[in-house]
């Protein structure tokens, strides 16, 4: 099992910039295609924001952060980031880092929930306008 820990959501007026970590420990005897995704208390499910690939660090992105938010990943840290520029109240939320089950590539499903096995306690982003 791998365990994650987010950290570095903040509140912030529109405009502003946050760059979000995810800490993974554990089973990480290879790595793992990453996720990020965000819950707002208006939502009943999750909305997946990005995901990382292992083989190749390719990404992909939901539309509604395509060209503002950046994933990343620092594998000799065991680190995955999010970084968010641009920020909106649109992008109020917690923030979730996920592991895929996948040790390639995100894949065309990237952003089911159920293609991700192990989940942090997520972090807190307030974007006021």
């Known amino acids: 099992q791998v365990q994650l820990v987010e950290s570095g959501g903040d509140s912030v007026q529109a405009g502003g910039s946050l760059r979000l970590s995810c800490a993974v420990s554990g089973d990480i005897s290879r790595p793992y295609c990453m996720g990020w995704f965000r819950q707002s208390q208006r939502q009943k499910q999750r909305e997946a924001v990005a995901?990382?690939?292992?083989?190749?660090?390719?990404?992909h992105y939901v539309d509604a952060v395509n060209g503002r938010f950046t994933i990343s990943r620092d594998d000799a840290k065991n680190m995955v980031y999010l970084q968010m520029n641009n920020l909106g109240p649109e992008d109020t939320a917690r923030y979730y880092c996920?592991?895929?089950?996948?040790?390639?590539?995100?894949?065309?499903?990237?952003?089911?929930?159920?293609?991700?096995?192990?989940w942090g306690p997520g972090t807190q982003v307030t974007v006021s306008s």
């Open positions: 996920a592991r895929h089950r996948r040790i390639t590539f995100c894949g065309t499903d990237w952003g089911l929930r159920t293609m991700y096995v192990d």
């Open positions: 995901c990382i690939s292992a083989a190749d660090n390719s990404t």
